[in-house]
């Protein structure tokens, strides 16, 4: 932790020495710019730097306002006053080298200046003492400014988180009725659909990317997305348990100056959208390279929980504190974050290879259960009812989900299965009995991956839709259908046409136990692969 606390010292004076770095103040005053949350800051004076002490001014009015403070300026004084949000006031004169702030004195690395009628202070003491994140990216010249909370206990080591917004008026409730889902999934790992490697570093690109795609999926109809936060034992937030993801940065647990999380949340609700949280529960990594993952890293930290399953590591589900580790980081997420859904992928166990969990079978099977196939599916309904009763118990109007793979199982194996070929099924193959969760209602919404086309006989799309539509019949369990825009213009059945979308959309409309639609993933009708943008927008649009 020592470490970890110098560490954060050190970027941050190289961030400052960055901006302070000796340069030309005429050519620099051009250059510079700044944004505050994502929002490009105009200003009549641009920020400039004072060559001799290398400290980098800014604006008082501009921060000033963005942060809610009260400002006053006295001119005969030439003293400045402001007022912060936790009540804290700092003072400082034009000319002194000192400030003061709830009447204790602070040394200041430049005066207060007045340029062009507007009074300048600089930018370290600023982010200091009113919560700023400083980020300066020099090959754009650019200062990112983003609002924070520090916690300044004595020792601490917590890495700044942003303020999340109130808490969202819970869907289905009020006098309106909840129109249709209609969402797309977000994915991070591998840096699928946000954010891209070249913003690696750069909240205000990494900002403006996902701001870009929440436009684009509005314009298509969309009014949910559903964010992969954990891709892989990680966190696209500031976490106390795990790792900053390397989906930020390119480096697994190096900061990236802002909570990634808390933004989109923001600029999610700000469009009406809803925002679910997507964790990939029992992935570990990626690959096996160990020497490349934090360390607080699960697979670090507790490396006799994880197997090692095809070139993949994942978290044993038949260890019970491996279990509660999962449930304990997404809790942090539902206490810490206004999200309207917590989202399971199908990432139980891994289907199709071989998994080492024999010591465990023998340790941890206390019920004597007596195969391993039935002691695995039982181990996942403990952990999918306990965290069902974890989320709500912290917040009752949090929905929780799960997308499992689209065939429960074959009817050749069981007779009310689906009538359907299927190489894998969720039951037999990634132990996941969505049926038993479905019937006690330990989930809110399922989301079944239905990724077939309506003419691909081993798996057909309305066959799946039939069954899936008379399993949560009666039940109070939302369908929600996956579909699978990334197969259009591929050789597999039924996909040489934007149309097969269109169809499976109206298909579904026979059904009033199918609630709404997501689409996997939002780069796969952004690119409008066959038209399918322009599809769901004409569709969406009746």
């Not at 929002?39 to 963005?66: C, D, F, G």
């Not at 989109?264 to 992935?283: C, D, L, Q, S, V």
């Not at 006989?457 to 949560?472: H, I, K, M």
């Not at 996909?495 to 996997?520: C, P």
Request: charged share 20%; with cysteine.
């Amino acid at each position: 932790m020592k470490l970890r606390k110098w560490t954060i010292w050190l970027l941050l004076a190289a961030i400052c020495m960055v901006i302070a770095a000796p340069t030309s103040q005429a050519a620099q005053a051009a250059d510079i710019r700044i944004f505050m949350n994502g929002k490009a800051i105009e200003s009549e004076v641009a920020p400039y730097i004072v060559p001799k002490a290398n400290v980098t001014m800014v604006p008082l009015r501009v921060i000033s306002e963005e942060l809610g403070a009260s400002v006053n300026w006295s001119s005969s004084e030439r003293l400045v006053t402001i007022k912060g949000k936790a009540n804290k006031t700092i003072t400082m004169n034009s000319g002194s080298t000192f400030a003061t702030v709830d009447g204790a004195r602070i040394s200041l690395g430049a005066s207060v200046a007045v340029k062009a009628g507007r009074t300048m202070v600089p930018l370290r003491f600023v982010s200091e003492q009113l919560g700023l994140i400083v980020n300066w990216n020099q090959a754009d010249k650019t200062i990112t400014l983003l609002s924070a909370v520090i916690d300044d206990t004595p020792g601490s080591t917590s890495p700044p988180v942003q303020v999340p917004d109130p808490e969202p008026i819970p869907p289905g409730t009020g006098s309106e009725e909840r129109t249709e889902l209609r969402g797309a999934w977000v994915s991070t790992v591998y840096n699928l659909d946000w954010p891209s490697q070249s913003s690696y570093l750069n909240p205000v690109k990494q900002m403006g990317e996902y701001i870009s795609l929440l436009d684009d999926l509005q314009d298509m109809g969309m009014n949910a997305v559903f964010v992969q936060v954990r891709p892989a034992g990680d966190a696209l937030y500031p976490s106390q348990i795990v790792p900053w993801s390397k989906y930020l940065s390119g480096f697994q647990g190096l900061a990236p100056n802002y909570d990634p999380l808390a933004f989109m949340i923001e600029e999610t609700h700000k469009r009406g959208m809803e925002f679910h949280a997507w964790f990939n529960p029992f992935r570990a990594s990626v690959d096996t390279k160990s020497d490349l993952l934090a360390a607080n890293h699960v697979v670090k930290q507790q490396p006799d929980w994880i197997v090692n399953a095809g070139g993949k590591l994942y978290i044993n589900p038949g260890i019970p504190q491996a279990r509660q580790h999962i449930i304990d980081t997404i809790l942090e997420v539902v206490n810490g974050y206004s999200i309207d859904g917590v989202h399971l992928d199908d990432y139980f166990y891994p289907s199709n290879v071989e998994f080492a969990d024999d010591a465990a079978f023998k340790s941890y099977n206390t019920d004597k259960i007596k195969t391993k196939a039935d002691w695995r599916r039982s181990n996942i309904n403990a952990f999918v009812r306990q965290l069902g009763e974890s989320i709500h118990k912290a917040k009752p109007q949090v929905e929780y989900g799960i997308s499992p793979f689209g065939v429960w199982r074959n009817q050749s194996v069981d007779k009310t299965g689906s009538n359907t070929k299927a190489g894998v099924t969720a039951y037999d193959n990634m132990y996941a009995d969505v049926r038993t969760w479905i019937k006690n209602g330990w989930i809110d919404y399922v989301t079944p991956q239905i990724y077939w086309s309506l003419s691909f006989t081993a798996a057909r799309y309305d066959t799946l839709v039939d069954w899936w539509a008379q399993e949560v019949k009666n039940t109070g369990v939302d369908l929600y259908i996956g579909h699978a825009p990334y197969k259009l213009g591929t050789k597999e059945a039924g996909w040489q046409s934007a149309q097969e979308i269109v169809n499976q959309l109206k298909y579904n409309k026979k059904y009033t136990e199918v609630k709404g639609d997501v689409f996997f993933s939002a780069k796969d009708i952004r690119n409008n692969q066959l038209g399918i943008k322009d599809a769901l927008r004409t569709y969406y649009s009746k």
